[in-house]
């Protein structure tokens, strides 16, 4: 339990503020403001312990794929 929360909680964060930024040019009908990954991130540098933040989101996101490549190495493809 403490594995998939370390590793979806921050990249989940991330995730969400990418999210949050395309309802909110959906909503003002300006693509422009929509923006992605180095947007959400941007946001994230800009808060007051905006490096620490960017720590943690690294930490989740670097774990996220140590769990993919784990699970893509473990898991059972072999058709019964």
């Known amino acids: 339990m403490l594995a ?3 590793h979806d909680g ?3 964060l991330v995730f ?3 999210g949050l930024f395309l ?3 959906a909503w ?3 693509p422009s403001q929509a923006q992605g990954l180095g947007g959400a991130l941007s946001v994230l540098a800009a808060q007051p ?3 620490w933040l960017l720590g ?3 930490l989740g996101l670097i774990g996220y794929g140590r769990y993919g ?3 893509a190495a473990l898991r059972d493809t072999s058709v019964e």
């Open 69 to 71: 490549l784990i699970d």
């Open 10 to 12: 921050p990249a989940g």
């Open 49 to 51: 312990f905006g490096p």
């Open 4 to 6: 998939r929360l370390t």
């Open 56 to 58: 943690v989101a690294a």
């Open 28 to 30: 003002r009908t300006d």
């Open 16 to 18: 969400m503020i990418v």
């Open 23 to 25: 309802c909110i040019a």
